[in-house]
């Protein structure tokens, strides 16, 4: 089992910025992809953005790209999301997710954290 505690999550203005920390436990970090998504009142949950293992890889959302940056600290166990540019849309409660290496679906969720910008 892996488990995940997101934290940072907040109300800030439009314009202003966050910084998202998702600590994992229970399993050897390395061998987990790590991920971001996001799920706002009345929608579906949506892909944010993914880092692989080693964190020579990215992937974003075209929604984020240019605003968000993912990155981890596999000393410290610990994947981050930072925000700028933050936009009323996207207000949501925001999860962290593992992967392990091998598989094509995310295998551990967190439990959320919720992430309000207020216009």
């Known amino acids: 089992q892996v488990q995940l505690v997101e934290s940072g999550g907040g109300l800030v203005q439009a314009g202003g910025s966050l910084r998202l920390s998702c600590a994992a436990s229970?399993?050897?970090?390395?061998?987990?992809?790590m991920g971001w998504f996001r799920q706002a009142p009345g929608k579906e949950r949506e892909f944010v953005a993914a880092?692989?293992?080693?964190?020579?890889?990215?992937d974003y959302a075209d929604s984020v790209k240019g605003r968000f940056t993912i990155s981890r600290d596999n000393a410290k166990n610990t994947v981050y999301l930072q925000m700028n540019s933050l936009k009323p849309e996207d207000t949501a409660v925001y999860y962290c997710?593992?992967?392990?290496?091998?598989?094509?679906?995310?295998?551990?969720w967190g439990q959320g954290t919720q992430v309000t910008v207020s216009s």
């Open positions: 997710a593992a992967r392990f290496k091998f598989n094509t679906q995310y295998d551990y």
């Open positions: 880092i692989t293992w080693s964190g020579g890889s990215t």
């Open positions: 229970g399993r050897t970090f390395t061998d987990y992809h």
